[in-house]
């Protein structure tokens, strides 16, 4: 398999089965989804394993503990960069990220060998089922992304994403700080100071059916600063590649070296 679908959880017993039917039907089988589970207490991980015995295509990753969205998410990402994948995609649990869009990503990534953002600002994108105070605050976030990182992205916050291998490769994710939402923007970031691409592709947001959202005032708090700490520090990532090669992050040069 080329593609895998990374999808955090954490108390998403009604929504986790309804979104991997999507998936799977979405890419006809062309996909694996990996579940990372952080121990959820209403039974999350246990539903996920009853999924995997069913579908060979369906993975788990049992964490022992809610250690945070980013946490959840570099667990994701380093069990399909040494299971070998290719395309590696993540998304919300909560049918917020419509699986109908994922092919759409993961082409986007292929052909262009870039990162790809399923983003709701771009033409064509949008939100639904939001008030208004809900919208202001992202459009405002994602605005102050952009003011404080200079980067070409309009929604650095989307979780809707698909990454060539080489990127993650490349940027070394098992550098990445961020624990919250926060993940996300460090993500692109550290991609676009690499020299690696990015690009947005348009998706409608559709705010979850069921359950609760996760988003904290902690969260929003670390938000606001990983912007900044991402800006001043200088952080130079030595990372698996085929030879060397030389970027500037942060205003210092990195040097992308092979492995012994």
């Known amino acids: 398999m080329h593609t895998a679908v990374v999808v955090p959880t954490y108390d998403e017993r009604e929504n986790i089965e309804a979104l991997c039917d999507g998936v799977l039907r979405v890419t006809q089988g ?3 989804i990996l579940i990372v589970d952080d121990n959820s207490p209403d ?7 009853g999924l995997a015995r069913k579908h060979t295509s369906i993975h788990v ?13 570099v667990a994701g990402l380093s069990w399909a960069l040494e299971s070998r994948y290719e395309l590696i995609a993540h998304m919300d649990a909560d049918l917020s990220h419509d699986p109908v869009n994922l092919p759409s990503l993961v082409a986007t990534a292929r052909s262009q060998g870039k990162v790809t953002i399923g983003s709701r600002y771009v033409e064509g994108g949008g939100v639904r089922n939001w008030g208004a105070q809900r919208v202001l605050l992202s459009r405002a976030a994602n605005r102050y992304v952009r003011f404080v990182l200079r980067m070409p992205v309009r929604d650095a916050t989307s979780g809707y994403r698909c990454y060539p291998r080489e990127v993650l490769r490349g940027i070394g994710i098992e550098n ?12 692109a970031y550290r991609a676009h100071a690499a020299g690696f691409g990015l690009v947005e592709v348009p998706i409608v947001f559709t705010d979850r059916r069921v359950g609760k959202s996760k988003l904290c005032a902690s969260t929003i708090l670390e938000a606001a600063w990983v912007p900044w700490r991402l800006r001043v520090s200088r952080p130079c990532q030595t990372a698996l590649s085929n030879g060397p ?6 205003g210092a040069e990195c040097t992308r070296q092979t492995a012994e």
């Open 61 to 73: 990753l049992h964490r022992a503990r809610k250690e945070g969205l980013g946490r959840a998410y």
């Open 176 to 187: 990445v700080f961020a624990d919250g939402y926060a993940f996300l923007v460090e993500m």
């Open 30 to 32: 062309g996909a694996h």
């Open 43 to 49: 039974g999350t991980g246990q539903i996920a394993d």
């Open 245 to 250: 090669r030389s970027w500037q992050f942060g």
